[in-house]
């Protein structure tokens, strides 16, 4: 029997989500980051939906920046986590991926390779999130550095990354933003702050080149509360549907335990409906008891521990359930993120961790 359980991929959602994202600051270019295989979705069927509407792309490292290469995507590449040495550099430059420049070691192999024509370069400035980029007392001397090489093309991009963009009333927004232009007001360079949550809520960050990831899938970037007030929240568009179907039911008796660990006690005669989705396809073994789950379009409850390849819901209150409904893990009307909260973590690291195993199936 064919596993039911699938990632429906509505690329047409896609589109329509970095449409939204470059309406909300027409001004400035949006950046479509696809990195970790576009966020679980399959970063070359993404690319390819967007490549018409998309003047760059933005990817973690040198690897996922081939794999589109190798599909024929043909717009520039940012690499977001920048060069680790000179051969990586000249194969950058070969393949028109943009680089940035996030330290002085970073710099000195860019001035000093031998390249066959300038790139494209970005300057990361920390700011605050104390991760990557440089400190605000090299940022001028490293333009300066950068201006006067034939390795580098005039339109520097400056940049940074704000750690609290989800919560926009966070304060270390604004003292993000002023550090970043208190150094970027010394030149004239193209900037580049927001990431999704900041493109949505944080007028202030947004610039000439904004990096729009999480919001191209359809979830809010943003934390509960912010979302809720949030205008283009509530216009992203759904892009995966995580689906299997029943393949089991049987009634308990109170007082019974069910799944590993017997953790999950009826409190109730209860209907149990076992479904073809576990660990093992993505769905995550931190949720807890009572996590919803939708059983032909309502909402039942998850009762036991979810195993590799199962999980057992509580449907005692859904009428008519048979061997073969369909279940709905997340979608439209059961958020990522609502699932995310009730195991502990966020949306972007269920999305991420989607394994091979869970068939894609692309709609446009
Ligand atoms: C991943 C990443 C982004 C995109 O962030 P989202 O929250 O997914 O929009 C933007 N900028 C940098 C530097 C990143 O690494």
Redo the contacts with the bound molecule.
């Keep these: 029997m064919t596993r039911p359980t699938e990632a429906q991929i509505n690329l047409g959602a896609v589109v329509e989500n970095y449409r939204l994202a470059q309406s909300i600051y027409p001004d400035g270019q949006c950046l479509a980051?696809v990195?970790a295989n576009a966020?679980g979705h399959g970063a070359i069927a993404v690319a390819k939906a967007l490549d018409a509407i998309a003047p760059a792309f933005?990817v973690?490292c040198m690897e996922e920046a081939d794999e589109l290469r190798s599909a024929g995507i043909e717009a520039p590449i940012l690499l977001?986590e920048g060069l680790n040495n000179t051969e990586e550099l000249l194969l950058a430059a070969e393949k028109n991926y943009w680089v940035i420049v996030d330290s002085l070691q970073q710099l000195t192999i860019l001035i000093s390779s031998d390249i066959p024509k300038p790139m494209q370069v970005w300057v990361k400035i920390d700011t605050g999130m104390h991760r990557l980029g440089l400190p605000l007392n090299e940022v001028a001397n490293t333009v300066d550095q950068l201006n006067r090489s034939s390795n580098v093309q005039d339109n520097i991009v400056l940049?940074t990354?704000l750690a609290c963009?989800d919560e926009p009333d966070n304060t270390l927004n604004s003292l993000q933003l002023e550090r970043f232009s208190s150094v970027a007001k010394d030149f004239e360079l193209n900037s580049s702050i927001a990431?999704?949550?900041a493109l949505m809520a944080l007028p202030a960050s947004r610039g000439n080149w904004n990096?729009?990831?999480?919001?191209l899938y359809g979830s809010s970037?943003l934390s509960s509360l912010s979302s809720s007030k949030n205008d283009y929240a509530a216009k992203l568009k759904t892009v995966m549907t995580l689906k299997s179907e029943i393949i089991a039911l049987r009634d308990v008796v109170k007082g019974d335990s069910v799944g590993y660990g017997g953790n999950w006690v009826a409190d109730r005669n209860s209907r149990i409906a076992t479904i073809a989705i576990g660990y093992g396809d993505g769905y995550p073994r931190g949720a807890q008891n009572g996590t919803p789950v939708l059983v032909n379009g309502q909402r039942a409850r998850l009762a036991g521990r979810v195993s590799m390849d199962m999980i057992t819901v509580d449907v005692t209150d859904i009428t008519g359930v048979k061997i073969g409904d369909e279940a709905v893990l997340w979608g439209n009307d059961l958020t990522i993120n609502e699932v995310a909260q009730c195991a502990g973590t966020i949306g972007?690291e269920l999305m991420t961790r989607m394994p091979s195993r869970t068939r894609r199936v692309y709609e446009s």
């Design positions: 980051v990195k966020y933005g973690a977001l940049m990354h963009a990431n999704s949550a990096r729009a990831g999480y919001m970037p972007y």
